[in-house]
Nanobody, 115 residues
Framework: QVQLVESGGGLVQAGGSLRLSCAASGIIRSIYAMAWHRQAPGKERELVARIISGGTTNYADSVKGRFTISRDNAKNTVYLQMTSLKPEDTAVYYC?????????WGQGTQVTVSS
């Protein structure tokens, strides 16, 4: 059974930083992609950042230059370093691993940015 466990969320003031982590347990082979999504109240879940096996990354326009995604393959862990946080970054953040043909999701971690 594969499980993803996120950590690092919390309450931070605007302009602050947080680092999210997502670690996978269980049998993980050949993770193709790791990603972070977020869902704000009343809004659809959206992709924030993704990193694929070769190291290529892509980001939502709203977070470019502020967020950095990275991965530690040996630890089956993905990170999201968030800086210059804004109130509109407030959401539940979910990690997601693609191990073809399966997709796994974490339970979510709340990030709240106060103005």
């Amino acid at each position: 059974q594969v499980q993803l466990v996120e950590s690092g969320g919390g309450l931070v003031q605007a302009g602050g930083s947080l680092r999210l982590s997502c670690a996978a347990s269980g049998i993980i082979r050949s993770i193709y992609a790791m990603a972070w999504h977020r869902q704000a109240p009343g809004k659809e879940r959206e992709l924030v950042a993704r990193i694929i096996s070769g190291g290529t990354t892509n980001y939502a326009d709203s977070v470019k230059g502020r967020f950095t995604i990275s991965r530690d393959n040996a630890k089956n862990t993905v990170y999201l370093q968030m800086t210059s946080l804004k109130p509109e970054d407030t959401a539940v953040y979910y990690c997601n691993f693609v191990v073809a043909p399966y997709t796994y999701w974490g339970q979510g971690t709340q990030v709240t940015v106060s103005s």
